[in-house]
């Protein structure tokens, strides 16, 4: 099925460092969600974006819509250990039609934060 | 209040054999979702329910995979046969609406020897 193209794949950081990663759709998208998966547990939204060229934050993160609607990007600022985890970017689309509420993930970003 | 409840948390069964896979959303919502998610993937849509209405299974492999959702509650995914390919994890998650906040379960990892 399709999947959203994100990257990194993966980033090896230093605690207190800033991440940046991004998420680019071939398709148009209503709104663009973060999400967080730790081992063994379901992803858990981080961030949703409802609106092209919305930029939201949430504690240290933040994270923008892109114009196009194509794309998005999460910023985590001073990573800390528990940061640790994969990070996936989700587009949904509106409602009208089967697809309403589906979530198109990418394939996610592995993060690890060296103390 | 109780999160998404799924059952087993982890099936180990030869290929072949038939597996059952149980969810119980959070309360009060509506639309229950399926997710198939294969090792350094994203999740991927399998079936979606309005109550007990599955109202997307585009993406159910319907030769082997059923599920269903009789009282608009609780629902169940099944795979007969299994086979190789479908060792996973199978994501249940739930929400209020549609377009609402999805709320995911921990998942059923499957694997098949």
């Known amino acids: 099925g399709q999947q959203l193209n994100q990257s990194p794949q993966s980033m090896f950081i230093q605690e207190g460092e800033d991440v940046s990663m991004n998420c680019t759709s071939s398709?148009?998208?209503?709104?663009w969600l973060w999400y967080k998966q730790d081992p063994g547990e379901g992803p858990v939204l981080l961030i949703a974006?409802?609106?092209?060229?919305e930029l939201t934050s949430n504690g240290r993160l933040t994270a923008q819509f892109g114009i196009t609607r194509k794309d998005s990007f999460l910023n985590i600022s001073a990573s800390i250990p528990s940061d640790v985890g994969i990070y996936f970017c989700?587009?949904?689309?509106?409602?009208?039609?089967?697809?309403?509420?589906?979530?198109?993930f990418g394939q996610g970003t592995i993060l690890t934060v060296h103390p | 209040e109780a999160g998404v409840v799924q059952s087993p948390r982890y099936k180990i069964i030869e290929k072949k054999q038939p597996v059952a896979f149980w969810c119980n959303p959070i309360?009060?919502?509506?639309?229950l979702y399926w997710y198939l998610q294969n090792l350094g993937q994203g999740p991927e849509l399998l079936i979606r329910?309005?109550?007990?209405?599955?109202?997307?299974d585009s993406q159910l492999p319907k030769d082997r995979f059923s599920a269903e959702r009789l009282k608009g509650v609780d629902s169940t995914l099944k795979i007969q046969p299994a086979e190789l390919g479908d060792s996973a994890v199978y994501l249940c998650?739930?929400?209020?609406?549609?377009?609402?906040?999805?709320?995911f379960g921990p998942g059923t990892r499957l694997t098949v020897l």
């Open positions: 998650a739930s929400s209020i609406y549609p377009g609402g906040e999805q709320f």
């Open positions: 398709s148009i998208f209503n709104t």
């Open positions: 974006l409802y609106k092209a060229g």
């Open positions: 989700a587009g949904q689309l509106g409602a009208g039609g089967t697809s309403y509420g589906k979530l198109t």
């Open positions: 309360s009060g919502h509506n639309t």
């Open positions: 329910y309005e109550n007990e209405e599955a109202v997307d």
